[in-house]
């Protein structure tokens, strides 16, 4: 099944989506083809989700010759994907690729380096703006961030969307996540799906994946 529900998430295990995943991974990888390949596997995510989690329905068709039954995803008029400032930026733009209607929210959200981790592995985490659509109950809202580490910002993202709001399905859709951050991810918002495409070993002292990819948003904007 390319995606496979484990224990800690849903991983998302397309050979395409692994092959992009390891260019990104490398450090060998310069800023422009960096930046195409989180392009490039947000669109394959958003395939992988209509395909796996996104249901059908037969609908009536008349060809020029007959008529006939085909097939059509419901629901992709009720999409609304989040983009968590700045990595999730190139992310969003292949999901966009998959949901060309989706409507888009933005959240501009980021832990306090200079704090560090407490005692339980979170940082505190800045909420800077929101701009979010109106969203409904059939709502399948994507909340994008490439790197899942703590789960302390994606926890504070995913509480700003639920704050007035319960759609459908929630996801929380990340690249490479940590083991730490879906625990506490999964605790703080229960109601969303945790999906990913790798889950990686640890953090490290800093609160860094290892062994990761680095720093999505510096290696995609070129930023130090």
Do not use: W
């Not at 629901?75 to 400032?85: E, F, P, S």
């Amino acid at each position: 099944m390319p995606i496979e529900d484990r224990d800690d998430a849903y991983v998302i295990t397309h050979s395409l989506a692994k092959h992009t995943l390891s260019d990104l991974r490398s450090a060998d990888t310069e800023q422009v083809a960096f930046r195409n390949g989180l392009v490039k596997l947000g669109r394959i995510c958003g395939y992988e989700i209509i395909d796996g989690m996104m249901d059908t329905e037969y609908v009536s068709i008349t060809t020029p010759l007959a008529d006939t039954t085909g097939e059509r995803v419901k629901g992709l008029d009720d999409v609304v994907i989040v983009n968590v400032l700045r990595a999730a930026t190139p992310f969003v733009e292949g999901l966009l690729k998959a949901f060309p209607q989706a409507r888009q929210g933005i959240v501009s959200a980021g832990r306090d380096e200079s704090a560090g981790m407490d005692a339980d592995g979170n940082f505190p985490i800045s909420v800077d703006y929101v701009k979010l659509p109106e969203l409904t109950p059939e709502d399948t809202v994507i909340v994008a961030d490439p790197m899942l580490a703590t789960g302390s910002t994606m926890a504070a993202v995913l509480e700003e969307v639920t704050a007035n709001a319960d759609p459908e399905r929630l996801l929380a859709l990340s690249a490479v996540s940590a083991p730490d951050g879906l625990v506490h991810v999964r605790e703080a918002v229960p109601s969303a799906d945790l999906l990913t495409v790798a889950v990686d070993e640890r953090l490290d002292d800093d609160g860094y994946i290892v062994p990761g990819l680095g720093d999505a948003g510096d290696r995609a904007f070129g930023t130090k």
